[in-house]
């Protein structure tokens, strides 16, 4: 009994002082997961969560019964790549201050292309991995493109403290010829829709949204790779 409640004690104790140095975020998650994972009898783990329950009460974060708060995306997706390019240069010639974030190299390397066409040697192209809070703070950020699982986006956005989200794609991105992107390119054209005008509305994010999730079931283990196209032939054979 006596060892159960020294080993608590230590428990609380490192539990604490991680909170003082990572931040609450952080603490918590590392709690649960030591609290759940470790070894402990049942009297140990009782002894143990009386130390830590106090901190979590007191803790600022939590507020269950308040709504968690939303992320608003706004897409503005294009026919075919070459005008979402152009969108991305209008965007910079309108604020000079604009960060472009991919997911994969191979947009990098297209986007970033580009820019050198059109004689722009001013562009920022980065890699959704080199972002940093400090680094974007206040200042237009535009995705070029979308992760194939929603989840994956939602947990940069929310580690880069972002509540509005701009993202452009094109219909003939793997992400959108997976769900039969060409027809709606030829439905578009059909009703009118010139090269360069995108089709922006909630409903896109909302069933871009339900595609990822669609995607993510079918998933097990998730494979990296350089390309979209190269991500859904890894993950999904296709």
Aim: with cysteine; glycine share 2%.
């Amino acid at each position: 009994m006596h060892y159960a409640i020294e080993l608590s004690a230590a428990v609380a104790q490192s539990l604490r002082l991680l909170k003082n140095k990572w931040g609450s975020s952080a603490w918590f998650n590392l709690a649960i997961n030591l609290i759940c994972i470790c070894p402990f009898e049942r009297r140990t783990l009782k002894c143990a969560m009386q130390k830590v329950m106090p901190f979590i009460k007191n803790n600022a974060m939590f507020s269950f019964g308040k709504k968690k708060e939303s992320i608003k995306i706004t897409d503005v997706v294009f026919m075919h790549a070459s005008a979402k390019w152009h969108a991305c240069l209008l965007a910079l010639q309108s604020n000079t201050d604009t960060v472009f974030i991919v997911w994969f190299e191979e947009t990098q390397q297209q986007l970033q292309a580009y820019f050198k066409e059109q004689n722009v040697t001013t562009a920022e192209v980065i890699l959704y991995r080199q972002a940093a809070a400090h680094y974007i703070n206040n200042r237009q950020l535009i995705f070029a493109e979308h992760y194939p699982l929603h989840e994956k986006e939602t947990s940069l956005y929310i580690s880069l403290a972002l509540e509005t989200i701009k993202v452009f794609s094109s219909l003939d991105e793997a992400l959108f010829q997976y769900f039969g992107g060409e027809k709606i390119i030829e439905l578009m054209k059909k009703m009118g829709l010139q090269e360069n005008e995108p089709v922006q509305h909630a409903m896109i994010s909302m069933a871009l949204k339900n595609a990822q999730e669609k995607i993510a079931k079918k998933v097990l283990i998730e494979q990296s790779a350089q390309s979209q196209a190269g991500w859904f032939k890894r993950n999904l054979n296709s």
